[in-house]
């Protein structure tokens, strides 16, 4: 049976298993199964699914492929059963070719099973096997294939390559006639890769004067040179070596998961507690970058310096403190902005996360991180030319990062109450997806469990349940929320100026609390110091004196310490008596004596003050100069404005445009069902236009449809109507009569939009050119 009519007598529910499962098949959609076919058969598409692949499933097609032609399931089973570890093929192996049907990769009856066009080509060495003796003998010179078919089949007749390939498809009296020190070189080979490298390995050879064991194999054909150096092993050969079986120890099942064992209860809190935490860091960073920003690099990303800061200020491992920004960048909530050098700023989309509900502020950077193509463990190491990988730099992303992640997670997900070891993880892996093996995806593997564990999608190691439905795209806020710890409303104010939060603290409070004391130590119970330093930049920010302290004495559960009191009224006091304006610049204070102790300040030297009045100071730096340099001397001025107005710099809320968050992105397993269906009718529709563009529909007459205009308006309707489609006559632009097939859509302003069976594509058509209708 040929493969495109194979694909034709599929069913529409086959169909759409097929588009479902290969969405790549439909990116754009072909215009005829003709064309899905054939871009089935192309080889990146095919290299595409068979990456997909389970071990066993992939050793399905690999026996298949090593086959001449169409086998019967009963001989595929029984090569199958030669090579399992233990256990019998069924019922895996009619689960394997029912999936294998479904992805078009096998095609074909159960009495002639055959692989689809092109897997044989993408497949270039199935089960570690080399290419056929016909292959790798195919540069060498006749005369020296006729030599070695003397040496080996003396008395055939006919070409030298002929000759061999009969000899080495039963090889037994080969193998047997070599050296027990040439036997061992091939048993090196016999289960892959095929290919030895060997010096001289063109040089010819005969059996009478072969003297070493790889010229006893070069001599007899069980060794072909490929190269001046390198050598491979015919199919055939390694076919005999392994005893007819294709494969070793294949397991027909994944391989068990190993570790320990954690009560799901316990590990669902203990994820509760991670994802609380992890919401809490990323509303620290926001908020400490919108006070002080990090500048951004001329090459992108974040310094080095400002990452040990911020991994110092979070209180977190450089690895974690990176992962909490790269999230919180991948969700928008980070970007750069601030000027022409650049700085790293919250965006509004953070104000907008910031209100929300926890269990659902977590939600939103778990899924951002499940599909995110970044990859935050890389940053530290170093890239191909030694340059070290920084934060939200563009060199973290890797296309395969959320497919690893996702796939991570399914492990996990298939042993419920279990903490898999790392080594079992990634050999359940290897076994799931055995083409996508490497260095990379270990590591990735790696990255992907500890910042799970992290995050809070796992908790002592195995899946938690909020995990698992933001896995399966469920409803994980409604079952984290119970789970989150309850946040106080209230901190204990102490006499040496500090402040304990006997836990966490209510969005509000913990943000008041961040931009007005310093944090000293965190753990059960966090402590805050308050200073002269954290008292100031409140008022900076706009907050008054009286204000602070009726803040803190509504919040504090112990009332508000002498001492606190006293350096909230001081600081106060001092602060804004000297004001900043423009002159450039000017300073103003009411206490001339305060401005002489300025002027007669060698640091204030390079400010080239010159006195105006007896309170008042010019100055030739800008404004927000002058304020800088007055503070970086132990001053506390304040910026006014023309009006002479107090300017409040609002540094609790600085703000940049973001950038679009990550969106979540279809799975690897499907496509929306709605789409899946509109296009196996498209395929239908395409085909049957393009099988009646080489077999014409017959009409009255052999014309094109014609009729009066009101009956062809009614009869579209009605095709509208009902969905049905219609054979028309259509006059082009230069008066040409031709004939489409339609799928009328709609009509509306004089024209016709409809589905044009004929061209694959959706067209607009005059109604005043259609001749006539006439039904299929």
């Known amino acids: 049976m040929e493969f495109t009519e194979w694909i034709r007598g599929r069913t529409d529910e086959q169909l759409r298993a097929l588009v479902s499962a290969r969405p790549e098949l439909i990116t754009p959609v072909p215009a005829h199964l003709e064309g899905l076919a054939a871009r089935a058969a192309s080889p990146s598409a095919i290299g595409r699914v068979l990456d997909r692949l389970d071990r066993f499933t992939l050793a399905v097609v690999e026996t298949l492929a090593v086959q001449d032609g169409p086998v019967t ?37 159960d009495n002639a099973l055959d692989l689809g066009p092109g897997v044989r080509k993408v497949l270039e060495e199935p089960a570690g096997l080399g290419p056929k003796v016909v292959d790798v003998f195919r540069h060498h010179p006749p005369e020296q294939l006729d030599e070695m078919a003397d040496d080996i089949a003396p008395g055939s007749d006919g070409p030298g390559k ?9 090889p037994e009296a080969l193998v047997a006639a070599v050296s027990p020190e040439a036997r061992g070189a091939l048993d090196q080979l016999v289960w892959g890769p095929p290919t030895g490298r060997v010096p001289n390995a063109r040089r010819e050879v005969r059996v009478a004067s072969a003297r070493s064991p790889i010229e006893e194999l070069l001599a007899r054909g069980l060794l072909a040179a490929t190269g001046e150096e390198s050598v491979t092993l ?17 397991l027909a099942v994944p391989p068990a998961l190993g570790g320990a064992a954690r009560d799901r209860e316990l590990a669902d809190r203990t994820a509760a507690g991670q994802a609380f935490s992890f919401v809490r860091s990323v509303e620290e960073l926001c908020e400490r970058w919108s006070i002080d920003p990090p500048g951004v690099l001329r090459t992108g990303g974040l310094g080095v310096r400002d990452m040990k800061r911020t991994a110092t200020d979070l209180d977190l491992p450089e690895w974690a403190a990176a992962l909490v920004v790269e999230v919180a ?60 990988l920084n934060a939200l730099h563009t060199d973290l992303r890797r296309a395969s990062a959320p497919g690893v992640r996702t796939a991570t997670l399914g492990v ?27 260095p990379l995806r270990e590591q990735l593997t790696e990255f992907a469990l500890r910042e799970a564990e992290q995050i809070g999608v796992t908790g002592l190691g195995t899946l938690s349940g909020h995990g ?51 944090v000293e130590s965190k753990g059960g119970a966090t402590v805050y110091r ?25 919040h504090s559960a112990t009332p508000v310490p002498q001492a606190l009191s006293y350096l909230v009224t001081d ?13 450039s610049a000017y300073v103003r204070c009411d206490d001339p004596a305060l401005l002489d102790q300025i002027t007669a300040d060698r640091r204030a030297a390079a400010l080239r003050l010159r006195r105006l009045a007896p309170t008042v100071i010019a100055s030739r730096s800008s404004r927000a100069a002058l304020v800088d340099s007055l503070r970086a001397m132990g001053y506390a001025p304040v910026a006014e404005s023309l009006d002479g107005d107090v300017i409040i710099s609002q540094l609790d809320s600085r703000r940049t445009e973001g950038v679009a968050p990550v969106r979540a992105v279809a799975s690897v397993g499907g496509l929306d069902p709605e789409v899946a269906s509109a296009a196996v009718r498209a395929l239908r529709a395409g085909d049957a236009a393009h099988l009646a563009r080489r077999e014409p529909v017959d009409a009255p007459g052999g014309a094109v449809p014609r009729g009066p205009a009101t009956a062809t308006i009614s009869a579209l309707q009605d095709a509208i109507k009902q969905g049905v489609r219609v054979w028309i006559g259509y006059l082009d632009s230069q008066g040409n009569a031709t004939s489409r097939i339609l799928e009328p859509a709609r009509m509306e302003g004089g024209y016709l939009t409809a589905y044009d069976e004929t061209r694959a594509a959706v067209h607009r058509f005059a109604l005043h050119r259609i001749t006539g209708v006439a039904g299929l």
Not at 74 to 94: D, H, N, V, Y
Not at 502 to 511: C, I, K, Y
Not at 571 to 583: D, E, F, L, N, S
């Open 234 to 250: 015919p199919r055939e050969v390694g076919l005999h070596l392994r005893g007819g079986r294709v494969h070793r120890d294949l």
């Open 329 to 388: 960048h991948a969700a928008g909530l980070v970007a750069a902005g601030g000027g022409v050098d650049g700085e790293w700023l919250p965006t509004s989309g953070y104000d907008l996360w910031r209100v929300r509900a926890t269990a659902d502020r977590w939600v939103t950077l778990a899924a951002t991180w499940l599909h995110m193509d970044r990859v935050p463990g890389l940053v530290g190491e170093r890239d191909d030319r030694d340059r070290p």
């Open 468 to 518: 698992r439905a933001l896995l399966d795209g469920g409803d994980a806020a409604c079952l984290l929320a119970p789970l989150l710890p309850e946040p106080v409303d209230h901190v204990l104010l102490q006499a040496d100026l500090t402040a304990v939060a006997p836990g966490p603290l209510t969005s509000e409070l913990n943000r008041w609390m961040t931009l007005t004391a310093d």
């Open 530 to 554: 308050f200073g002269e330093g954290s008292i100031r930049r409140a008022l900076d920010a706009g907050h008054g004196g009286e204000e602070l302290l009726a803040m803190l004495a509504r």
């Open 162 to 170: 002929d000759r061999l390939a009969a000899a080495l498809a039963a």
């Open 412 to 438: 996990l997900a298939a042993a419920p109450g279990l903490a898999p070891d790392r080594d079992s993880v990634l050999e359940r892996l290897a076994w799931e997806q055995p083409r996508r093996r490497g």
């Open 571 to 583: 600081v106060a006091r001092r602060h804004g008596r000297i004001r900043v304006g423009t002159a």
């Open 73 to 109: 399931k009963a001989a595929l089973r029984g090569l199958i059963g030669r090579a399992l570890a233990a256990g019998r093929p069924e019922p895996a192996l009619t689960a394997a070719l029912d999936r294998l049907r479904d992805l078009a990769l096998v095609f074909g009856p």
